[in-house]
């Protein structure tokens, strides 16, 4: 099983012309225009999003999913997705020291579970949309029941606690942080990072 499909909280985002293949069940015309909606908003957040640059390790390499693991400064590791701007991506090892641009992993709906679901991690749903003509060829979003472990308001950053590992998620305007506190048992809908640079740092 590829990484793609057996994390809990791992999210493909590509950008290009070439959309990757992925396949897409139907839906109702009401869930499709929902879907549509939330595409166009999670598009337009991707494209305003600030690149982050980072230099790490890469500890892991998921060649069918073109999904690389980084074992950054501060010891975390996150997954990254390599869209097809990263042309030497069969070139890269395990080990290998890189510098990286991406982007980074964005939380685009979060909402309040109680009752008998409180306190319970799981992945929910994946789903894919295709792109508008901004240029993001295809995404794929994961939905997971989370925890919400600690909040910053001053930096729009929310750390969620899935059913497999913790991730920091920058916080869409659409969210409310008002609404959320530390402890909540939220449905969470997020893309990841994805990159659009690797290099190798002993290359230079």
Known sequence: MSKATSLAVAVIVSMGVTPWAVAQTAQPASGAQEQSALAGR????????????????ISDIDRASRIITLHGPKGHDIDVAMG?????????????????????ALLVAAD?????????????????????????SAARQIEVQATVLDMDASKREVRLRGAYRTVTLGVGPDIDFKTLKEGDTVHAVFVSAYATRVTPIDAR
């Open 84 to 104: 097809p701007q990263v042309e030497n991506f069969d070139q890269l090892r395990v080990g290998d020291n890189v510098e990286v641009l991406y982007k980074n």
């Open 42 to 57: 999670v598009q337009a957040l991707l494209a305003t999003a600030p690149p982050v640059e980072i230099k790490a390790r």
């Open 112 to 136: 309040k579970i109680a009752g008998a679901d409180k306190g319970i991690r799981k992945r929910v749903d994946s789903s894919v949309y295709q792109s508008t003509p901004s240029g993001y």
